[in-house]
């Protein structure tokens, strides 16, 4: 009889600690995903001082994604607790949507095609070099294999290997 353990990690609460760092601590996917949250709440808020913080926002994204190799763009739609251990070559289509407490490896796309672009649940887990293409949705809870190419839905829980990418569990 195997028991099925619950996830520790929340798909609907973000857990904001997996973004933060110290000041001055070397962490380039926590700045760069800094810049980003800095700029968003800047564009949101009316105050007179906005206009200058969101362009410093831009600048300061544009040093870390020259620093990470990421192409993550400044208005795109990121759950709280993304992490992403190794930037290097992330490509997120602007129109995606991570839900809360996600993990993207290094090399992973997330792109458009057909009909729109990818929407992950909250908790999912892309391994290195995964490419998710099209309007996609990965369920809660939901792992993407390494090199993985994701042309379907996936449902919540489950796993996603191979080329085309096939559910196994």
Known sequence: MTHRLEPTVSALVPDWSRESKRC???HPSRSLLAS???YQRHRANGYPHSGLL?????LRHRFWSAVTGADIPI???IG???????PNGVVIHP???IGPNCLLFQQTTLGGGPGGAPTLGGHVDVGAGAKILGAVRLGAHSKVGANAVVLQDVPEGATCVGIPGRIIG
């Not at 709280?80 to 190794?86: D, K, R, S, T």
């Open 36 to 38: 980003i949250r800095s």
């Open 54 to 58: 969101r362009r410093l926002a831009v």
């Open 75 to 77: 208005n795109c739609r």
């Open 80 to 86: 709280g607790g993304l992490l992403l251990p190794h």
């Open 95 to 97: 129109d995606a949507v």
């Open 24 to 26: 001055f601590e070397w």
